[in-house]
């Protein structure tokens, strides 16, 4: 990023560059690809045309080999996807796999040397942070805005809602989806997904878009690329946040034939512990257990009746719909 600013030569103000994003984007959007899928559609009785659909999105290379990172709503049920670069060269993509809860897919493309959008291990987006959205938005070509990081969310694989995403206010229209949220050194804060939507369709809604953080896209990426899907831990409980100077939480209700009801736990019991972590709230629970590997046990430690008791619990799978 550059800065405006001044500086006086013999008396006289002279200009610098002013403030600008173009170094940001340089570095990011040959990474951010377009994506055109197409529906074969059965044909009408009595005719022969097949009447096809196709929908816009936006891609990200994340690595030199061909993996390309997208919405899963930009793919889904797609009979062709066609993957072109900004160079103009065109490519048809195979889905790898697929996790409806992020709305995360992974597409694979056969080329090699492809160029991989800038990447952070480290990067930790903070609110406030300025963001850039790139993603080709109804056909018009690669188009970049601009925005505010207004919120971030977890990097857990447990949560379905909007706390798990960041939220910014970068226009997200059809055909970003899918795209790259990059910072101003042009590296991948999280992959474009959504605008707010709520039932109340009178109210203007404006300014309330989403993204998937970066670290939380790359672990499902990871997952799908090595098993072709993501597997999630699953305990079966619904669960009540204690007050924030209690640790832990109250079981409030528990599933059929899961986990935690052959496990023996019970509608009341407070539990505060896995393993020999200590829980501090409901959203660490979850994560720890949606990233728990199926079949593993973990111990459960809690209070019922007054009493401290330690169960064993054997993870179950969370199961991908659609998978």
């Given at each position: 990023?550059?800065?405006?600013?001044?500086?006086?030569?013999?008396?006289?103000?002279?200009?610098?560059?002013?403030?600008?994003?173009?170094?940001?984007v340089s570095r990011a959007a040959p990474?951010?690809?377009?994506?055109?899928?197409?529906?074969?559609?059965?044909?009408?009785?009595?005719?022969?045309?097949?009447?096809?659909?196709?929908?816009?999105?936006?891609?990200?290379?994340?690595?030199?080999?061909?993996?390309?990172?997208?919405?899963?709503?930009?793919?889904?049920?797609?009979?062709?996807?066609?993957?072109?670069?900004?160079?103009?060269?065109?490519?048809?993509?195979?889905?790898?796999?697929f996790d409806i809860y992020t709305d995360?897919?992974?597409?694979?493309?056969?080329?090699?040397?492809?160029?991989?959008?800038?990447?952070?291990?480290?990067?930790?987006?903070?609110?406030?942070?300025?963001?850039?959205?790139?993603?080709?938005?109804?056909?018009?070509?690669?188009?970049?805005?601009?925005?505010?990081?207004?919120?971030?969310?977890?990097?857990?694989?447990?949560?379905?809602?909007?706390?798990?995403?960041?939220?910014?206010?970068?226009?997200?229209?059809?055909?970003?989806?899918?795209?790259?949220?990059?910072?101003?050194?042009?590296?991948?804060?999280?992959?474009?997904?959504?605008?707010?939507?709520?039932?109340?369709?009178?109210?203007?809604?404006?300014?309330?878009?989403?993204?998937?953080?970066?670290?939380?896209?790359?672990?499902?990426?990871?997952?799908?690329?090595?098993?072709?899907?993501?597997?999630?831990?699953?305990?079966?409980?619904?669960?009540?946040?204690?007050?924030?100077?209690?640790?832990?939480?109250?079981?409030?209700?528990?599933?059929?034939?899961?986990?935690?009801?052959?496990?023996?736990?019970?509608?009341?019991?407070?539990?505060?512990?896995?393993?020999?972590?200590?829980?501090?709230?409901?959203?660490?629970?979850?994560?720890?257990?949606?990233?728990?590997?199926?079949?593993?046990?973990?111990?459960?430690?809690?209070?019922?009746?007054?009493?401290?008791?330690?169960?064993?619990?054997?993870?179950?799978?969370?199961?991908?719909?659609?998978?």
């Amino acid at each position: 990023m550059q800065l405006a600013n001044s500086t006086f030569l013999n008396g006289e103000k002279e200009e610098t560059a002013p403030l600008s994003y173009a170094k940001a984007v340089s570095r990011a959007a040959p990474a951010v690809v377009n994506i055109y899928s197409t529906d074969h559609a059965q044909p009408r009785r009595y005719s022969r045309n097949v009447a096809n659909t196709t929908r816009l999105g936006s891609g990200v290379i994340m690595d030199p080999n061909g993996y390309i990172l997208t919405n899963y709503h930009v793919v889904q049920n797609a009979d062709l996807v066609s993957v072109w670069l900004q160079t103009g060269q065109r490519y048809d993509a195979v889905l790898i796999g697929f996790d409806i809860y992020t709305d995360l897919a992974v597409l694979k493309v056969d080329a090699v040397n492809l160029p991989v959008i800038p990447q952070r291990n480290d990067l930790e987006s903070l609110s406030g942070d300025v963001v850039l959205a790139i993603g080709n938005p109804l056909n018009l070509g690669q188009t970049v805005t601009q925005g505010i990081i207004s919120a971030t969310g977890r990097n857990g694989l447990s949560s379905t809602s909007y706390l798990q995403f960041l939220q910014m206010d970068a226009a997200i229209n059809e055909g970003n989806s899918g795209g790259a949220l990059v910072n101003t050194n042009g590296e991948l804060v999280g992959i474009n997904s959504r605008k707010f939507t709520q039932r109340n369709s009178q109210l203007n809604v404006q300014g309330i878009f989403f993204a998937v953080p970066y670290k939380l896209a790359n672990r499902v990426m990871q997952k799908i690329i090595e098993n072709g899907r993501v597997t999630r831990g699953w305990l079966g409980v619904n669960t009540e946040q204690l007050p924030s100077h209690t640790k832990g939480f109250t079981i409030t209700a528990i599933s059929p034939n899961s986990p935690a009801q052959r496990a023996g736990l019970q509608v009341g019991d407070l539990v505060y512990q896995f393993d020999d972590v200590e829980i501090t709230g409901v959203e660490q629970a979850l994560d720890i257990v949606a990233e728990t590997r199926p079949g593993k046990s973990i111990m459960v430690s809690l209070y019922r009746n007054k009493q401290t008791l330690q169960l064993p619990v054997q993870i179950g799978e969370l199961r991908n719909i659609g998978n």
